[in-house]
């Protein structure tokens, strides 16, 4: 839930703004990069709320936390940087665990 109005949707709405300067992820373009920090921060997160696809949707955003720990927070998980660290861990954990029972997924699964 926090992704989506702090990160997701601030990129999504000021995009050609922050295209310019936006880390440029393996080389693919910062455009690009914008674009899957985008994908993952709104839309996937969107899906995690959601339960639907929740295994599939929690990937990106595992790769965008760990992303964003390695590049803009140089490993630094403490004191003002812990968000991440934390939503890693928690993002790893729901890929483990899975959607749970209350979820699109739980009531598709269930036929």
């Known amino acids: 839930m926090l992704m989506i109005p702090a990160h997701g949707l601030k990129k999504l709405t000021h995009f050609s703004e922050m295209s310019d300067h936006f880390l440029n992820f393996m080389g693919l373009g910062t455009r690009i990069s914008l674009g899957l920090a985008v994908f ?4 996937c997160s969107i899906l995690l709320i959601l339960g639907l696809c929740t295994r599939l949707a929690v990937i990106p955003l595992i790769i965008t936390m760990i992303v964003a720990l390695s590049s803009v927070h140089h490993w630094d998980v403490f004191g003002e940087n812990e968000l991440p660290a934390a939503l890693l ?9 899975g959607p749970g029972r209350y979820s699109v997924d739980a009531m598709i699964s269930k036929k």
């Open 40 to 43: 993952a921060e709104f839309f």
């Open 89 to 97: 861990i928690g993002f790893f954990t729901i890929l483990l665990l």
